[in-house]
């Protein structure tokens, strides 16, 4: 079988110029009003801002009103599942019955939220642009599970120019600016939240009416690995497997780093599903699912290289991640500090080794198994403490699993 999807991704050949001056907006910059030059055929030449690209991102001209592109009745089976320093995460079922995760973010204003200044345009396009591009390399995945369930061997598919393909990363399915007042069925929904689970946020209802927010649709991935119940072990190492190939993926197609793959950022989901699929360097690969589907998210603090400029998020004076301490989650963001030089724009790919090590150490200490007493889950609890025994010998993800004898 012959691929017909060649991967482009979304970016194209006439925007080379806008990634690159974007590349020298690290979200660290402070200068809010730094501009970038634009080539998507702008017959005016213009120079556009940071907000211009962004709504090109989204495929808009202008910001539209939040209770315009979400009205109150177009929100009545939805509910808040989740919340961040950010802002708030909510469950949506939209009107074609797609499950939909929408993460509203309060950008470009003056008040802080959550304690936390907002972030402006600049610095919000470097998760928009890393978001769209992990999950463009999903596209070649369903043709090739199309091929397998027809029977054919993976031998047989000629993947043609498919180089990097993994459908691991969360599929962004639509990324919207919105001004105005915040819903009044969204703030029903923060309130009940509030009421039911404790919210350690702000309520949204002080933000003022004339409030941009960036809204990200992503599709329904399940739960976070903190709060997952696996049957046994196996699973586990079957969800392992999944996350490292997909690291690996992308350190291979973008030099990516996630830097922050914490417990709460790897999503499981239920499947009938029996193998992932992967392609790797031009070669194909299938890994046992065990019931278990990982899906990557979050990559506010992520870095990539895209037509050779980085877009990354500069931690150097961020003297608060690096303060905390009481978990290994936060020892793990002071060896990439060190691992990296404090040079928070080079490509590093042993940092996703520090937090593959980081989740097999919780898949080992700290998961939740219904079947302890089990052989199979004793047999995989030492596979993967043998994982966590090696894996830090390895230079990046890519490498541990191509050349890893035991994986």
């Known amino acids: 079988m012959h691929l017909s999807l060649q991967y482009t991704g979304f970016l194209t050949d006439d925007c080379d110029d806008t990634i690159v001056e974007l590349s020298k907006l690290s979200i660290g910059d402070s200068d809010h009003e730094v501009t970038v030059l634009e ?11 940071a907000r211009d690209y962004v709504l ?9 009103l939040f209770d315009e592109c979400y009205p109150d009745t177009a929100l009545k089976n939805c509910r808040k599942i989740g919340e961040g320093v950010y802002g708030e995460v909510y469950l949506w079922r939209a009107r074609d019955g797609r499950a939909r995760v929408l993460k509203i973010v309060p950008i470009a204003g003056h008040i802080k939220v959550n304690g936390e200044d907002q972030k402006d345009y600049h610095e919000i396009i470097s998760e928009i642009v890393i978001a769209m591009e992990l999950s463009a390399l999903r ?21 043609h120019s498919v180089m990097n393909a993994s459908d691991v990363f969360n599929e962004v399915l639509a990324v919207r600016c919105v001004q105005g007042s915040y819903p009044s069925r969204l703030l029903d929904l923060w309130e009940l939240y509030d009421e039911t689970k404790g919210s350690e946020n ?35 190492y079957a969800l392992f497997k999944q996350v490292a190939f997909g690291l690996a993926v992308a350190e291979e197609a973008f030099q990516f780093e996630h ?64 303060d905390a301490v009481g978990d290994y989650q936060f020892e793990v963001y002071r060896l990439m500090r060190e691992r ?13 080794i520090l937090w593959l090590h980081y989740t097999v150490d919780k898949m080992i200490t700290a998961l939740r198994y219904t079947r302890t007493n089990t052989k199979i889950h004793k047999q995989y609890i030492s596979k993967l403490k043998d994982i966590k025994n090696r894996i830090l010998d390895y230079g990046s993800a ?10």
């Open 398 to 407: 890519a490498q541990y699993v191509l050349t890893d004898n035991e994986l």
């Open 139 to 159: 596209a070649p995945i369903a043709e090739i599970e199309q091929h397998l369930d027809e029977g054919k061997s993976v031998e047989t598919l000629d993947l």
């Open 259 to 322: 830097r922050d793959l914490h417990w709460g950022n790897v999503l499981i989901a239920p499947t009938d599903q029996t193998h992932a699929h992967f392609v790797l360097r031009g070669r194909a690969y299938a890994v046992r699912r065990r019931g278990v589907a990982a899906t990557i998210i979050d990559y506010s603090l992520s870095r990539v290289s895209l037509r050779d400029a980085a877009l990354y998020n500069d931690l150097a004076d961020d003297d608060t991640l690096f």
């Open 340 to 352: 990296l030089g404090n040079n928070w724009k080079n490509f590093e790919p042993y940092t996703n």
């Open 39 to 49: 080539k998507f055929h702008d017959t005016t030449s213009r120079v556009a801002t």
């Open 56 to 64: 090109r991102r989204c495929n808009q001209t202008e910001v539209v």
């Open 202 to 236: 702000d309520t949204p209802a002080v933000l003022p009416t004339h409030q941009n927010y960036l809204v990200l649709e992503l599709s329904n991935a399940g739960q976070d690995l903190e709060s997952y119940q696996f049957v046994n072990a196996e699973q586990a």
